[in-house]
């Protein structure tokens, strides 16, 4: 048994991050200024959106989207219950009903059957999930929004920074909402990004991530306020701090060296997993991809292992083997199995894996051992 715990996700920080943080702080400007100038520059680099807007968090960039899309009383949004809460939070908090469509048993993401199946003349926003690292197949999900105008789309880009389909980044069209949380594959510590080729759905989310004002926080001709400016609406506080933006600078500069890494680590777990038949990992979509190995997640298969998913946990880590479930279904959180109770057993694939799932751990500063000492325990825990 490991001598120290091994965590299911750590976030990579060197001390060229450290340095970098420790200079905005010296700078005396620490707030939102040119160091989210220069990340919504690198992020429209990256993916190759034509706009990039950082905020406070994903969830601020989803609730603030909403917002600009008018999302409200009466409308529809269609989303997997295979997520975390946060998004069918906000459609609820924004009165309007999410309507889940179920995933495709093995990759855990929506198709574009399952999302046809749950359309009515009341859905105004379908928002597929980009799973643990691997893309959606948008193209014919794309095609069923066109044809059912005016249905909008945003991407939950939060698993996929780097991510490719078929040959493109994830984020180069249309909106996307990418996460910089401490387990994800760049972390500002917390912040997000959206994404937009839509300039004038860009210039809304700026204004209302910050308080519905015309300029930014920070006027990047004179550094400071304009005195002219004036709330055009209504808006909120969700602007990212400079001190946080530069460690995601750093963190962008390591994007494909740390993916790289997680590949390599999450095909030496497939490489070892192979054999064990109780543990069933994800399938990788069969079109054409670039997985950025967000997480490294498997289904436990109750019988075959003779132990549910959170006795297989508990078991790991008391075997100092950190764990993750990634997730719990939406609907069936307490809130939402109480005020939906009409949803549960109608969305079969995702309640099979909600009982199921769990994740392995994966990130950039684990080494091969470390996978060695996570599968042994594994197969220890079976073994009982």
């Known amino acids: 048994m490991r001598n120290n715990f091994l965590p299911f996700s750590r976030p990579s920080i060197l001390e060229a991050d450290i340095a970098a943080v420790a200079d905005v702080l010296r700078s005396g400007w620490i707030t939102t200024g040119p160091k989210n100038a220069e990340l ?12 990039a807007v950082c905020v406070s968090s994903a969830t601020a960039g989803m609730h603030i989207a909403l917002k600009a899309l008018g999302i409200g009383p009466g409308d529809e949004v269609i989303t997997p219950s295979m997520t975390w809460v946060s998004t069918v939070n906000l459609i609820v908090l924004a009165g309007a009903t999410p309507v889940f469509a179920d995933v495709d048993r093995d990759t855990l993401m929506v198709t574009d059957d399952t999302v046809a199946a749950k359309i009515t003349e009341r859905t105004r926003l379908i928002i597929p999930v980009h799973f643990a690292g691997a893309p959606v197949n948008m193209a014919p999900i794309r095609l069923l929004a066109a044809r059912h105008t005016p249905i909008a789309l945003i991407e939950d880009a939060a698993h996929a920074i780097g991510t ?54 920070f006027d990047r001709q ?47 777990y497939r490489d070892r997993l192979d054999d064990v038949a109780e543990i069933l990992p994800l399938a990788i979509p069969d079109y054409p991809l670039k997985h950025a190995w967000h997480l490294f997640i498997v289904r436990v298969d109750e019988e075959k292992a003779g132990m549910d998913r959170d006795r297989f946990m508990a078991e790991l880590k008391a075997r100092n083997i950190g764990t993750g479930l990634h997730f719990r279904a939406a609907h069936l959180q307490k809130y939402y199995r109480e005020a939906m109770p009409e949803i549960e057993g109608t969305l079969p694939h995702t309640e099979w894996n909600s009982q199921r799932i769990c ?19 594994i197969k220890v825990v079976l073994s009982k």
């Open 40 to 51: 919504e520059a690198r992020f429209c680099k990256t993916t190759g959106c034509r706009t």
């Open 164 to 217: 490719e389909y078929k040959g493109m980044p994830v984020g180069h069209l249309g909106t996307s909402i990418f996460s910089f949380h401490p387990i994800k594959n760049i972390t500002t510590g917390e912040g997000g990004m959206v994404c937009s080729d839509d300039p004038v759905f860009e210039a809304r989310i700026r204004r209302l991530k910050f308080h519905g004002l015309g300029v930014d926080a």
């Open 222 to 268: 004179t550094q400071g306020r304009s005195p002219q400016a004036q709330v055009i609406e209504p808006g909120f506080k969700y602007n990212l701090p400079d001190m946080l933006a530069v460690l995601g600078l750093g963190q962008m500069d390591r994007l494909t060296e740390m993916n790289n890494r997680r590949a390599m680590l999450a095909g030496y």
């Open 359 to 377: 994740s392995l751990p994966l990130f950039p500063d684990m080494t091969p051992e470390d996978v060695d000492d996570v599968v042994d325990a």
